[in-house]
């Protein structure tokens, strides 16, 4: 392949934005090069792990082995669902809901393009499965926690609406179907917007790797839209998932709100 | 008609009550003391322990729709769901018909919700509750920002509703409506629920 490999020079040259930037922030007091600097180191630290994980999993090829990266990728993105909630519901609720929504919609989508349409030797080549994963798990943990974050506060905020509807006889599903559906809308937003602005304010940043990589501008492309539709079909079922689990827990069989399962106020 | 045996939940001691028909009774105390939460609990609002039924029929042996739409909820602030007045109501037709009985416009279905006046509101909310025709009215404090020709008329509704067999449960601070519509009172302190003389 004929892409220009870099060396740790280059990359320290690129580096010295960010160490300009964080001078900046001094000089204008802004107070923001501590921060700058520790997600920097963070993001260094993360990213060469990662590679190294990465190689020894290429070369170890162990389907066990990858089963456990991916399964620990899910659950990181689980803590990070939970941590974007302004409110919380109690007890496992908190963690399991967008973790259990994101590993079935996640793990779905990416075996399914890896043994219909990618069909790598063996399917679950590390090679493939992982990045694969990455960028779904990646879109619909931003979609699952907007959605649960909309759906959570929704509920307290409608209230006295839901439970007037709840009162005069209607069922649950339709008492909470306005705030289901704002809560869907808001978890899919994203996506929807990323598809429509793609390719005309943006080259996505995959397809920029492959063309940096030596790719044909068109097999780039053909890649970038497939795994557009598996981000889109795995933030949609991971949305779907969560907000109507979510919305049966906040309600109950006697067609109840039950707000009582909510953390009061969690930060 | 309804008849309550047992009936308890967090904040709210074992009480028994009979309700027959045609009958209204007032609920008092102080604020905090478990007023709304004793009729919430007994729409099924909230989960609570005891044996309910209506017309001998169990609570629990009939969907939770089908009992809040029998003995009907109507809370001290109304909710709203859509933009419009008129999209509260199933039947439009029959809004329109009893509206002008509570001194409202028929008009009235097709403003916004945002611009209710507090009594429009009350009257409106009360209105969606009356054209389910619940068996038990459970009323908290349905006239309490009425002036005094709103709450004669709505007092005027709730005694024909009485005359037609339904019954009223009803919070208010009003002594002297208490003595207009109620035939006996209840009074709830701290959770525990005391019979009253009239």
Known sequence: MNFIALSPVDIAIAATLLILNAALSIFLRL?????????????????????????????????????????????????????????????????????????????????????????????????????????????????????????????????????????????????????????????????VNAMSAIGLVSIPGMMTGQILAGIEPMEAVKYQLLIMFLIAGGTGFGVLGAVLVGAWRLTDSRHRLRLDRLRAGAE | MLVIRGLTRAGLEPFDFDLADGECVSVRGPSGGGKTTLLRAIADLDPSAGDLSLDGVAREAMPATQWRRAVCYLAAEAGWWEDRVGAHFSDVQAARELLPDLGLAEEALDWPVSRLSTGERQRLALARLLLIAPRVLLLDEPTSGLDPDSTELVEMLLRTRLESGA???????DRDQERRLATRGLRVTDGRVAGEAP
């Open chain 1, 31 to 191: 107070r923001l090069e501590k921060q700058m600097l520790v997600a920097a180191a963070r993001m260094v630290v993360q990213l060469l792990l990662m590679g190294l994980v990465l190689k020894t999993l290429f070369n170890l090829n162990s389907a066990l082995l990858t089963s456990l990266i991916a399964l620990l990728m899910m659950l990181f993105a689980g803590r990070e669902v939970m941590a974007r909630q302004k409110r919380r519901l109690k007890g496992w609720w908190s963690y399991g809901l967008g973790t259990t929504s994101m590993v079935f919609a996640c793990a779905l989508v990416t075996i399914f393009a890896l043994t219909t349409q990618i069909r790598p030797d063996p399917w679950y080549d590390a090679r493939f499965a992982l990045p694969m994963l990455g960028m779904i798990l990646g879109n619909t943990m931003t979609g699952v926690a907007l959605g649960i974050d909309r759906l959570l506060t929704g509920a307290a905020a409608e209230r006295t609406a839901i439970e007037a509807r709840l009162a005069l006889g209607h069922p649950r599903e339709e008492a909470f179907g306005g705030v289901i559906r704002e809560a869907m809308r808001t978890g899919l937003i994203p996506t």
């Open chain 2, 167 to 173: 019954g009223i449960l009803m919070v208010t601070h």
